[in-house]
């Protein structure tokens, strides 16, 4: 089924697109990706430490894109969504949790040209009222829906933009997209509920 907004911008979290699979599934040190620079990461150390942690500010970076045609870099909406405590690194541990919602959302709301609203409890009925009305949603979503035809191995975990509906079937922008096909994928509500944490962050 063809995208029905094929012009909607695409994002990843890692800097070149064609190394997603080598680094998800190989284990390829995402430092060596050649375009790291181009996210605005200082440096590749630590573009290596939190590019896998990147998939919220890919989305709102789509969703900027969409919506005003211009958008920060990613590690610039990082540094701005960890002032707000968005995301928490332990000193000790050197662990990393985010995106944490309800900080992320009073970012977005204070510093950029859309209002985010917190949905903790999203069935999949009110996610389709939340596309009718206009709406981009960052849904929680296991990362294996890039590939949505092995049983899913969760629920949430990742952060995928879904940016419309036709019927009963749901489109949307994964930043981790292993292929084309995955990074701008579209899947029967029923196969996307099975990844669908029933939570999220919609945009307008």
């Known amino acids: 089924m063809p995208d029905p907004d094929l012009s909607f911008p695409t994002v990843t979290q890692y800097a070149s697109p064609d190394l997603i699979s080598a680094i998800v599934y190989d284990g390829h040190d995402p430092g060596d990706d050649p375009r790291w620079a181009g996210t605005g990461a200082p440096d590749v150390d630590t573009y290596r430490t939190w590019c896998g942690h990147m998939c919220g500010m890919a989305c709102l970076r789509m969703a900027l894109l969409a919506r005003t045609g211009d958008a920060p870099t990613l590690f610039e909406l990082l540094d701005g969504a960890r002032k707000y405590g968005a995301y ?44 009718d009305s206009g709406r981009l949603v960052m849904a929680s979503v296991h990362k294996e829906i890039r590939q949505p035809e092995n049983r899913s191995p969760g629920k949430g975990g990742h952060l995928v933009l879904v940016t419309g509906r036709r019927g009963d079937t749901v489109f949307f922008r994964n930043p981790s997209g292993h292929t084309d096909q995955a990074r701008t994928a579209n899947l029967p509500l029923a196969e996307f509920t099975e990844f669908f944490a029933g939570r999220g962050v919609s945009l307008r």
């Open 88 to 131: 928490v690194e332990s000193a000790d541990t050197g662990t990393i949790r985010g995106l944490i919602y309800a900080p992320f959302a009073q970012y977005v709301n204070d510093v950029h040209p859309l209002h985010a609203e917190v949905h903790p409890a999203l069935p999949s009925a009110d996610l389709l009222a939340l596309l």
